[in-house]
């Protein structure tokens, strides 16, 4: 026919939706992606994000363990045997070197930079020993002295044992090593390195301790007065200083303790972030320790309290005219270079100590950060080596976290 057309050979156009979709079934396809997308991401966010700053009771749990162990050992320290001008010291203001405490295993813990190492020896860490009738100390061998203890029914006992528990808790063959003091009725002292001890004379004196059938017992040591860290210990460093004891009145095991903040472990996400954050926050996670030494320049680290990101101590000293100066409590104001006080008559004595700690929680999601409570006393202000956890030289850039302080003061009785 004429008038039919002849194919043209084209193919009839199709719509852009795939075959069987309407424009309304895909526009509700696209939005259940969308929302499953969504919750995704909620479900991401809620187990990766940074959780919220942390309360106040978490912060003062860190600042409450950290100031009960400083005034415990402070205290400690006061009535210690050996003289507060002497049990005292600094042995860091405002740290800036490099500063390690390695453990007797050899792995260093090191200082975080601008806090003070604050350090305290004695008898801290148990009973006092009081000698009854002034025991002599026969310094026969220096390197093998041996020293008998007696005790008493009731707590005189009981300080024995304690002191034999403490000792039976080291290996004083191994590289940690145990101390002892001795101190005579002129108030001189000498420190040795306990080589051997018997306990067999405080064998059943748990079940007597006060009781009817109560008995004395003893303890037995074999001190070295010789070894290097003993020395170290005595008045002066005087290595002769145990040659000049008189009649012992009293003794214990000798402690010698460094608190410090350690730098904390290298941060990660979501504490630090390596891209965005500034380097303040590269060890976000600092804590407050307590080195105890163990000689041969080894010691025994242990942590006191978590996120503790700062310590600050300040020194009272009596002057001559009575009056009492703080220093260390202020901008400008540093301790004495060697972190010794002398107890001559007539010079400066220490007659307190206050420690001011900072506390530091999670990042805050809002706020500016306030650095206002993290430089206490005489710390030094931000810089490159030293800054608290989130300042950058650039205001933008600084990161808010939750942060307290508290200052904890332990006075020492005056001087006879």
């Known amino acids: 026919m004429e008038g039919a057309r002849r194919p043209s050979g084209r193919r009839k156009p199709r719509g852009f939706l795939p075959r069987g979709f309407s424009l309304p079934a895909l526009l509700w396809t696209l939005l259940a992606c969308a929302a499953l997308v969504a919750a ?47 049990a005292v010291r600094s ?6 070197g490099s500063r390690l405490f390695t453990t007797v295993f050899g792995q260093p813990t090191s200082v975080r930079p601008g806090t003070d190492i604050l350090g305290l020896r004695g008898v801290l860490r148990a009973p006092v020993l009081r000698l009854e009738g002034g025991a002599p100390v026969e310094i026969g061998s220096p390197n093998a002295v041996p020293l008998r203890i007696s005790g008493a029914p009731g707590p005189r006992n ?4 304690t002191t034999a528990a403490r000792l039976r808790a080291r290996d004083l063959a191994g590289p940690a090593r145990r101390f002892f003091l001795v101190k005579d009725a002129a108030g001189l002292w000498a420190v040795a390195r306990v080589t051997a001890f018997d306990a067999s004379g405080l064998e059943g004196c748990e079940s007597t301790a006060g009781g009817a059938a109560a008995r004395p017992c003893a303890l037995g040591l074999t001190l070295d007065f010789t070894d290097p860290d003993a020395v170290a210990g005595n008045p002066g460093g005087n290595p002769g200083a145990a040659s000049t004891l008189g009649p012992l009145v009293a003794a214990g095991l000798y402690d010698e303790i460094a608190f410090f903040v350690a730098l904390g472990p ?63 409590d202020r901008p400008g104001s540093r301790a004495p270079a ?6 001559a008559p007539g010079s400066p004595r220490l007659e307190a100590v206050r420690c001011a700690l900072v506390a530091i929680g999670p990042r805050r999601s809002g706020g500016g950060a306030d650095f206002a409570t993290a430089l206490p006393f005489n710390a030094p202000p931000p810089g490159e080596r030293s800054a608290p956890v989130g ?16 200052a904890v003061e332990v006075r020492f009785p005056a001087s006879p």
């Open 40 to 86: 995704a991401l909620l479900v991401v966010d809620r187990t990766t994000k940074i959780p919220p700053a942390a309360s106040a009771p978490a912060l003062q749990t860190s600042l409450g363990a950290a100031g009960r162990a400083l005034t415990r050992d402070l205290e400690a320290a006061a009535t210690g045997l050996i003289p507060p001008g002497e």
């Open 266 to 328: 290298a941060g990660r996400p979501p504490d630090y972030f390596v891209v965005n954050d500034p380097p303040s926050m590269a060890n976000p996670r600092p804590f407050l320790a307590a080195a105890e030494a163990a000689g041969a320049g080894r010691w025994e680290v242990a942590r006191v309290a978590d996120d503790i990101e700062n310590l600050q101590v300040a020194f009272n000293l009596r002057k001559e005219d009575g009056a009492g100066v703080w220093v260390g």
């Open 158 to 161: 009981e300080a024995l044992l």
């Open 91 to 96: 042995i860091a203001d405002n740290f800036d």
């Open 338 to 343: 060697d972190g010794r006080w002398s107890d």
């Open 391 to 406: 300042w950058a030289s650039e205001a933008r850039n600084r990161v808010a976290v939750a942060r307290e302080s508290r």
